[in-house]
């Protein structure tokens, strides 16, 4: 059974950092691509960040490049946001998401919710 669980989130101060992690399993972790997905409070979803299986290749979303990292560890089937520079409309709940063998999202992780808030 594949799983994903986010965990990392909480709240953070303005101009903060955090590090959300994704355990996953029930599946070869390295052989798939992984994505970071958001859903702001009365918003849609928005894509934030992939990263490929066989290379450190990564891709981000406007909104959030040069302050999210996303990358991954596959001796320890993790993957990794490493958020700085927080602002409030980061305010989302963030999810762990792994693509199928073509480029639909075939499984999604609960989410973790960050609050940037003075």
């Known amino acids: 059974e594949v799983q994903l669980v986010e965990s990392g989130g909480g709240l953070v101060q303005p101009g903060g950092s955090l590090r959300l992690s994704c355990a996953a399993s029930?599946?070869?972790?390295?052989?798939?691509?992984m994505t970071w997905v958001r859903q702001a409070p009365g918003k849609g979803l928005e894509w934030v960040s992939l990263?490929?299986?066989?290379?450190?290749?990564?891709s981000y979303a406007d909104s959030v490049k040069g302050r999210f990292t996303v990358s991954r560890d596959n001796a320890r089937n993790t993957l990794y946001l490493q958020m700085n520079s927080l602002k409030l409309e980061d305010t989302a709940v963030y999810y762990c998401?792994?693509?199928?063998?073509?480029?639909?999202?075939?499984?999604w992780g609960k989410g973790t919710l960050i609050t940037v808030s003075s």
């Open positions: 998401v792994k693509y199928g063998d073509g480029y639909s999202m075939d499984f």
């Open positions: 029930g599946f070869t972790f390295s052989r798939y691509g």
């Open positions: 990263i490929y299986s066989g290379t450190s290749i990564t």
